[in-house]
């Protein structure tokens, strides 16, 4: 560590726990004797608490298992490719989990994602190469409750490709419901 106050670059490393030992004593030694670096390190850990309960917007398994050990509610919904679904989204839960499902992706090299307003056709949010279960043939969405701003007519569309480049789409029309 260099002397005089560290940077916000090293507080970020402090708080990851990126540090090698001797650097985050020495850091630790002066967060007790600076009120500028006190204040600096809290917002730091306030921005790495705050991205820790994030949500992101595809999930994977192992994201998804986390946020059930974090403890939010969730309700999963299955849907299959060409359906149109209307989905309710209880206030007494955190997350609708839609599991995309119907699609073959064993032999996916690249899935990409995007969600349009049916109404409109205009993209709401764009993904590409996004986790998916290769064995289950899904894609994980998760829905949040902030969500319900946005327009509630959506078609979310997986783009599946090979090691070909064959693409193979499926398309899903989910129209929510936020209860208040």
Known sequence: MTTGCPSEAQWVDYVA?????DDAEAMEAHL???????????????????????????????SLGRLRRRGLRIVEHTLAPGGQYDIDFP????VLLFRLGGLDLAGAARVDFTMRVEATGAVLFPAEDVPF???????????LRHFAHL??????????????????????TIHHHFIA
């Open 17 to 21: 726990g990126d540090l090698p030992p």
């Open 32 to 62: 007790f004797g600076c009120a500028a670096c006190t204040d600096a390190a809290g917002r730091v850990a306030t921005v790495a608490a705050a991205l820790q309960e994030m949500v992101p917007p595809i999930l994977d398994a192992d």
């Open 91 to 94: 206030r007494d839960i955190d």
């Open 133 to 143: 279960d290769r064995a289950g043939g899904e894609v994980l969405i998760p829905c």
């Open 151 to 172: 327009p509630p007519d959506t078609v979310a569309e997986v783009r599946a490709r090979d090691a070909a480049a064959a693409e193979a789409v499926a398309r899903y």
